[in-house]
């Protein structure tokens, strides 16, 4: 499997964020709803339920669940406090929910947008206690783009697993080091493609050793290892500090009828590790990391 990690989230009102128009329900309905995803939470499966009040009053929000013929299940908000979320009249409240599984199988049909929905429940003032089911605009593709990836990461799964070791090798010098990717077929008989590893933010190739690529992968060979050769991509003071998706390795890949990238997460110790490493190989540099 491709190592994805779950991020938690705190809601808060804001007006609607990003200039996003949440589809408008029918007008008894007080809510409006829409569905985004900021882009340090690309990999962890968690998407933005904003819930606008369009009402003249307030309304305290106590559930949310959204629902897509894309996946399997709902994406359930999980209140961080009892009570629920107050949102004030023309505000909106970022929600976080996890995806459920993705529906992968053939014949979906080809306007799934139309079926994305969120279930609010809520109470007003004046209205009381009402769940409402509204569709949920998604202006960004929020929804099939993580589809996609989901499918993608099913169909290499089921062939093998990559896993980026944790333990980085610093070289000699300290200006390189080595990011292991382990590679553990799972004994069927299918393949992927493993086309190409992607720069990030952090850590670029060594120019001097090329990484692997179009390298065929079949369920039934034996685990192997593959290395990247890195070097920092930056040494700015801010390229640390503001970090989100450096260490988050992209792979291009193709597996059944699949394709597409992929970023492998190494977990935390891994994240220390690399910002050990930039730090030290851009000392020793003579540069700021």
Known sequence: MLLLTAAVFTSGCTGAPGGLSPATPPANHPVAAAVDQGRAHYTDRVVNLLITNISPDPVLVTSATLHSPLYDGAADWKPTRVGGTKVSAGSTVSLPAELPPAECSAGQAADEAAGHRITVTMDGERSG????????????????????EDCLAQAAGSVAALRIDQTLKVLPGSRSALVGIDVRPTGGKESLVI????????LDEDSKHAWPRNLRVDGADAASRLSLQVVPMRCDPHALAEDKLGTRIPVSIAAGNHHGVLRLDGGHDFDRAVYRFITAACQAAGQRG
């Not at 206690?129 to 996609?148: G, Q, Y």
């Open 195 to 202: 086309e190409s590893f992607g720069t990030t933010t952090l």
């Open 129 to 148: 206690l009402s769940t409402v089911e509204v569709r949920a605009n998604d202006p960004h593709n929020v929804l099939s783009r993580n589809h996609s």
